[in-house]
Structures are given as structure tokens and as C-alpha cells.
């Protein structure tokens, strides 16, 4: 799916929420989840569209309607003390769809 119709489905409200994806090395992926199914972000080349930062995809995402957006952190144990190297599960956090340093 491409910015075109990632923004058309989010206008026909069929959207259930945008997904920001933390990888190793500070690429920021981002997915559409519909209907219980992921669908990833595709640049002009029919490849993966590689964001800098959360406010980098906020300003990508600047003209579209409001929706839950998350940060998930693919690999946990990475990412938080305490967890041992087993922990397959993600960590999905709600971010801010608009930053607050804009309007």
C-alpha cells in the first residue's frame, strides 16, 4: 500500500489504527492495520518507506484524519531492562498522533 491509498482508506474510515515500527539501527517502518490484517507502507519503487522518527511519520501523516497510531518496539528485550533474551513479544505503546510542538 503507498501514501495515496493508506490516506484514502484513513478517509473512508477503514483504518483501525497506524503502526510505527522500531528496528534496529533507527529505521521507522510503518504498517496500516484493517480488519485484523497488517498492511505495510510502500514507497514509489514498490519498496519498504523508511521514516527518521516519530515526527518524521507525523509529518508524512500531517493532512491525514486523526487515528490511534502506536510505537511498537519489535524486539523488547533490546529495548527494556530486565527481560531476557527469550521475550518475543513487542512492545506497543500509543503515541500522540499530532506532535504537540505543532498544530
Sequence with gaps: MNLQELNAFAIAGKVDELNLISLEG???L???RMH?????L?????????LRSVEHAREVLHAFPAL????VHTSVHDEMCGLGASAEQSL????????????
Design 42 to 50: 510502500s514507497d514509489a519503487s514498490g519498496g519498504m518507506f523508511h
Design 68 to 71: 490511534p497510531f502506536n510505537l
Design 36 to 40: 485484523g490484517a497488517a498492511y505495510p
Design 26 to 28: 533507527g529505521i521507522y
Design 92 to 103: 506497543k505503546v500509543p503515541i500522540a498522533f499530532r506532535s504537540a510542538w505543532h498544530n
Design 30 to 32: 510503518l504498517e496500516a
